[in-house]
């Protein structure tokens, strides 16, 4: 069973920066795309950023482009999400997400077989 396990998150001033981090552990499979998804209170989960193992595509939501990046370590099989500029509406439970077989589309939640527990992320203003 592959276990994604997050770290990074917490509290944090509207303007300010935080890296997100998650790290397979236990049994490993092919990883195909790795993402990061997130879920406010009352909303639906929605897409934020991704990247092809490969690292030959990223794609980002467009609330968060030119504010977050989203990078791959290859050998530490471990992706990161580093956000900059936080504003109070980036407020949510960040997930990540990882496809064990080719995605067509990197912002659909259904490509992803294997997800993070959450971490929370709170921008006050």
């Known amino acids: 069973q592959v276990r994604l396990v997050e770290s990074g998150g917490g509290l944090v001033q509207a303007g300010g920066s935080l890296r997100l981090s998650c790290a397979p552990s236990g049994r490993t499979f092919s990883n195909y795309a790795m993402g990061w998804f997130r879920q406010a209170p009352g909303k639906e989960r929605e897409f934020v950023a991704a990247v092809r193992w490969s690292g030959s595509r990223t794609d980002y939501a467009d609330s968060v482009r030119g504010r977050f990046t989203i990078s791959r370590d290859n050998a530490k099989k471990t992706w990161y999400l580093q956000m900059n500029s936080l504003k109070p509406e980036d407020t949510a439970v960040y997930y990540c997400?990882?496809?064990?077989?080719?995605?067509?589309?990197?912002?659909?939640?259904?490509?992803?077989?294997?997800w993070g527990q959450g971490t929370q992320v709170t921008v006050s203003s």
């Open positions: 997400a990882q496809a064990s077989q080719y995605v067509l589309d990197l912002k659909l939640r259904s490509e992803y077989d294997y």
